[in-house]
């Protein structure tokens, strides 16, 4: 469903590089306050500099969002700041290195389960709350964006819990207080992660992150005036 109002606010977790920074300019470029949170200080100054280039405002939040009092902090922030919360749009992700299913790495997997699994799990019941204070026009975003690459099987499984976990959301958000849960499936995009799933790919033939950020947004919230 498109609605024709872009959100006054978006928490975007990972917003820093690939989609989350390309979604993040779209929104901006709306008159979106983008709330963005990433680890890399750096990398979150340059996202700041592009969505002032296209005339939008961000706050910065550089967070590991498996960092369960950084999450609390961040929450209570927006609660206090601003009330409530409009638009939260997740697309953080770990990457492990690839292996085959027989020799993934320990250390790997927990990794992987931490920031795929736990951290999107306590983030939905932290954000919950700030979403149902903007009912009824509140909205959580989830990417389905699974790799179905050869010895990626680490990623693949714990994105495919995330997957689990957000079509529950949406079985269960049925109270007039609930947010819209929608799970987006974007294009093949030229992001850093998709390089290392499919070394040596063509990338000509990829849509950009800034291109499918706008049109992952054109989904929700219509085209850009």
């Known amino acids: 469903m498109t609605h024709n109002t872009p959100p006054s606010l978006a928490l975007i977790t ?7 920074a390309g979604i993040a300019i779209a929104l901006a470029a709306r008159g979106t306050h983008i709330m963005a949170v990433a680890r890399t200080t750096g990398a979150l100054e340059e996202l700041d500099d592009k969505i002032k280039a296209v005339g939008g405002v961000a706050t910065l939040a550089p967070m590991d969002i498996t960092n369960d009092g950084a999450m609390q902090h961040l929450c ?14 997740h697309t953080a992700i770990h990457t492990p290195p690839l292996a085959p299913v027989t020799q993934i790495d320990a250390k790997a997997m927990d990794k992987s389960i931490a920031n795929n699994i ?3 799990s ?3 019941t932290y954000v919950n709350p700030l979403l149902q204070a903007a009912a009824p026009n509140a909205h959580a975003v989830f990417l389905d964006d ?5 010895f990626s099987g680490a990623y693949a499984a714990t994105k495919a819990a995330t997957r689990t976990l957000v079509r529950h959301w949406q079985r269960e958000a049925t109270t007039p207080s609930a947010p819209s849960v929608h799970l987006l499936e974007p294009a ?5 992660s998709r ?7 063509d990338r000509s033939t990829l849509a950009s992150p800034a291109d499918e950020g706008e049109r992952l947004v054109a989904s929700l ?5």
Request: hydrophobic letters at 40%; aromatic letters at 10%.
């Open 76 to 89: 209570r922030s927006v609660h206090e700041r601003w009330g409530s919360l409009p638009l939260w749009v």
């Open 122 to 124: 306590t983030l939905m």
């Open 188 to 192: 093949p995009t030229a992001t850093a």
């Open 118 to 120: 736990k951290a999107v």
């Open 146 to 150: 699974t790799s179905d690459a050869a």
């Open 14 to 20: 990972g917003a820093s590089r690939g989609l989350g």
């Open 221 to 225: 919230f219509g085209p850009r005036p």
């Open 195 to 201: 390089a290392r799933f499919y070394p040596g790919e």
